[in-house]
Nanobody
Framework: QVRLVESGGGLVQPGGSLRLSCAAS????????MYWIRQTPGKGLEWLAV????????YYADSVKGRFTISRDNAKNTLYLQMNSLNSEDSAVYYC???????????WGPGTQVTVSS
């Protein structure tokens, strides 16, 4: 079965950094586009970053462009999100997902909580 498990969330101070991971199993990871999405009570769901199957194409939301970096290690079946210069508006539950194009998620992980606070 398809399984996506996020990890790396937690409490971080404003201006700090976190690196999220998404462990994938149950499918051919290297053949799929991957996504990072977050959810907050105030803003709802927000697409953050997208990467195609081989890493040649990426997309970032304006809110995180220049601060967040999506990457993948196909040999390890793992997706990453490096988050720098975090602020309180970045507090959210972060999800990874897989799909077949820019905006076609088919499976989601359970999410990991990120809280930015001093």
């Amino acid at each position: 079965q398809v399984r996506l498990v996020e990890s790396g969330g937690g409490l971080v101070q404003p201006g700090g950094s976190l690196r999220l991971s998404c462990a994938a199993s149950g499918f051919t990871f290297r053949s799929w586009w991957m996504y990072w999405i977050r959810q907050t009570p105030g803003k709802g769901l927000e697409w953050l970053a997208v990467m195609d199957s081989n890493g040649a194409t990426t997309y970032y939301a304006d809110s995180v462009k220049g601060r967040f970096t999506i990457s993948r290690d196909n040999a390890k079946n793992t997706l990453y999100l490096q988050m720098n210069s975090l602020n309180s508006e970045d507090s959210a539950v972060y999800y990874c997902a897989k799909g077949t194009g820019y905006y076609s998620p088919e499976s989601w992980g359970p999410g990991t909580q990120v809280t930015v606070s001093s």
